[in-house]
Structure formats: C-alpha cells, structure tokens
C-alpha cells in the first residue's frame, strides 16, 4: 500500500467514479482502476462495487474511509513538519474563495501571526469542488466556502453570511445596463437573483469571482452584485455606488474541517475564525 492508492481511494469514494476519480487525479482509468485493485488485494477486502452508475462504497470500504483520511493527514502532516525550521512547532494550512481573502482572512492570519507565532500558516486559494478533495485528501486542515459538500468525516459548520448588494460605477444610468456583470456565486445566488430578475436574459459578462467582477466594473464600468464587505471601501471613497431600490441576497459562508482532528492548533485557528466571524 503507497500514499497515491489511498489518494486514488479517496478520489473515487469523493466522486463516486472511476472515470471522474481518474479526471481529478489526470491519470488514466486503467491508472485508477489498478491502483484500486492493489489496495484491496493488501487489505484483501473489496473496497466499491462497481456499477452503470459509478462506484460506490462497499461496507468495510466505509470503514476504511476514515482510516484513509487519517492516513493522508498524518502522512501530509509529517511531511510539512519535517520540513519546518525548528522556531516552528506546527503548520496549518487554510484554503478559501477569493472572496474571503478579502480583509476577513488576512485579519485572521495577522491574528494567528500575533498569538502563534510558531504556527506556519499556508494560505490557498481555491473553488469549493477543490477546497473539499483536498480536505478529504488531508492537504488543506480548514476549508472556507459558500456552497460546501457534506462528506463523511468532515465537519460543515456556518461562520456568517454575506450581505450581496448591487453597485455601479454610475448611478444615474437605469438599471439593468448593458454593462451589469453577472458574478457566478454559487447556485443559492443563482436562485436568489432568478426570484429577484425572471425575465433578466443573459448578461453580456459573466465572471466566475467577485474579484474579476470589481477589475472589469472599475477599468470599463458596469455594475455587478458584490459582497458588501468587500464593496464598502470603495463606496466610501466615493468610486462606486448602490443602485437605488435593488434588493440584498444572502449568501452563507461555512467553514470545513476534520471532525475527528486532535490539533490544539486547529481548534485554535478555529476559534480565532470563529471570533472574526462574529464581528462580520
């Protein structure tokens, strides 16, 4: 048994599928589908039964899934803390949306610098569907996210919700505009706009973040639906402005983690999110 058999594991268990477990790894099925195989002749137990419809776990593949994902962070952890200078005792490391980088991490992280010095901190960006392999893979401790999957093992919990607002770059041009830039935040937005604009047609711009919506509003103008947090700033400096009697969507933000973690530095960093969440 080697570390990319219980990679391979965890990415058909994530998928439930050969082929889609063999898409995220970029390696062929034959690949996925051998590794397997190796895996369950060590344990000599089957791990999936395979069907039309995919893979899906077998009853001692379920036990074995929190056993993998053990594996993985243990392994992942030696080779971080390996290779840490010795002023370090620990390292973390906290993966999110672009969105949540903006002054409520880096806040955070200069909160952990100040009261855990000794802690490295690995700070990513990513998408939730990322985010949450390399949580079940053990590569990232902490996931922030809006739209997070529920998988065995990891816990799911609400940290705040965002306030979404429509700002424009002039607020005397009628809105909608040719120039509004839709900003995919998830299918709870999706929903939430569809209610507020049934008969809205497609916009000419659509971005996958809300950061590449504010680049192309403040070097092209337009108007898009942004978080009101990160907006603020700009709106106190007079740059952009709310469209008069738009609505507000909500948008949760959750943070994922290990249920079964024993790091007093992740229950830390934990408590640290939680205490800069609360002040959102």
């Known amino acids: 048994m080697d570390i990319e058999q219980i990679r391979t594991f965890l990415a058909v268990a994530a998928n439930g599928s050969f082929v889609e477990a063999a898409n ?6 034959s690949t996925v589908s051998a590794r397997i195989q190796n895996l369950e002749a060590y344990l000599g137990t089957k791990l999936f039964v395979r069907n039309r419809g995919g893979a899906s776990l077998t009853t001692t593949g379920q036990r074995f899934l929190r056993h993998a994902k053990s594996l993985i962070l243990t392994l992942e952890q030696a080779r971080h803390e390996v290779g840490l200078p010795s002023r370090f005792r620990a390292t973390i490391t906290v993966g999110a949306r672009i969105a949540l980088w903006e002054e409520f991490l880096p806040q955070w992280v200069g909160h952990m610098r100040q009261t855990a010095p000794d802690v490295s901190i690995r700070s990513d960006i990513g998408f939730e569907e990322d985010l949450m392999r390399r949580l079940i893979e053990g590569t990232v401790d902490i996931g922030l996210m809006y739209t997070p999957q529920h998988s065995p093992g990891l816990q799911v919990e609400h940290i705040f919700d965002e306030t979404l607002v429509l700002l424009t770059t002039d607020p005397d041009k009628p809105w909608p505009d040719q120039d509004y830039i839709y900003v995919d935040w998830g299918p709870a937005f999706y929903a939430q706009h569809n209610s507020s604009y049934p008969d809205m047609e497609r916009p000419a711009q659509v971005v996958n973040i809300g950061w590449l ?26 740059l952009l402005f709310r469209v ?14 290990h249920s079964e973690h024993d790091s007093a530095v992740i229950d830390q960093a934990l408590a640290g999110l939680r205490q800069f969440a609360a002040a959102v």
């Open 213 to 238: 919506g504010i680049q192309l509003m403040m070097s092209n103008g337009g108007s898009c639906f942004m978080p009101i947090r990160m907006g603020r700033p700009l709106l106190d400096q007079g």
């Open 24 to 29: 995220r790894l970029h390696v062929t099925q």
């Open 244 to 257: 008069p009697a738009s609505p507000e969507f909500t948008l949760p933000a959750y943070m994922v983690f």
